[in-house]
């Protein structure tokens, strides 16, 4: 069956220090979704990506889709103590998405 | 506005008893409808998803069933709790169509201790 793996599982940064989680899926997507979730929290939806090679970027994030739409990237800028939680990416199949393994984030002040 | 709820946040029992977490969605129609579970510090595994009323698709064989009564109401239950069945319960809903960019929306979770 499809899925999803990230890298890194873990990543602890000083604060101001840029950060990227990789993305790679078994199949190819026809979009990603990616979520933040903070400690003791929920996921919550930032955005999805459809188009090969698209690139968008809200402030300090951007979110890339491959060409082969086989994987996708989140880099995170000047890293802040508020960026602290998990990300997961999410693959789309029937009816239902299938997330990555997420990767954690710890931010060192 | 569409909103979430689910319930109760946090949820202590003990081996063998029952269980029962209620999930609903306001301010839209015809949502599709999923749980999850996530152990500490582990991602997301999908146990049940739900596109419609009395439909209701199996993603892990294990002791939970889900059931979906009405449009807008996702119901997790079991009859004899697990110590494995600990975990973090996020229900999540989603409109499933071509040109959605608003992904999933998730309640703000259960958290199960089963002892």
């Known amino acids: 069956g499809q899925q999803v793996m990230q890298i890194p599982q873990y990543q602890h940064v000083q604060e101001g220090e840029d950060f990227t989680t990789y993305c790679n899926s078994s199949?190819?997507?026809?979009?990603i979704q990616w979520y933040k979730q903070r400690p003791g929290g929920h996921p919550v939806f930032l955005i999805q990506?459809?188009?090969?090679?698209e690139v968008k970027k809200q402030k300090r994030l951007t979110f890339q889709f491959g060409e082969a739409k086989k994987n996708s990237s989140l880099h995170i800028t000047a890293t802040q103590t508020t960026d602290v939680g998990t990300y997961f990416c999410?693959?789309?199949?029937?009816?239902?998405?299938?997330f990555g393994t997420g990767t954690r984030l710890k931010v060192l002040a | 506005s569409q909103t979430i709820h689910q319930w109760p946040a946090t949820l202590v029992q003990p081996v063998g008893s029952p269980l029962s977490l209620e999930c609903t969605v306001e301010g839209t129609s015809n949502p599709n409808l999923y749980w999850y579970r996530q152990a500490a510090g582990r991602g997301l595994q999908l146990l049940f998803y739900s596109v419609g009323i009395g439909q209701i698709s199996s993603e892990v064989p294990q002791n939970l069933s889900a059931s979906r009564p009405q449009d807008r109401q996702f119901i997790l239950s079991s009859k004899k709790l697990l110590l494995s069945d600990s975990g973090f319960y996020l229900c999540a809903w989603s409109h499933f169509r071509v040109g959605n960019s608003y992904g999933y929306t998730f309640g703000s979770g259960t958290r199960l201790t089963v002892v």
């Open positions: 990506l459809v188009k090969s090679g």
């Open positions: 999410a693959g789309q199949g029937t009816y239902k998405y299938i």
């Open positions: 199949t190819t997507l026809s979009n």
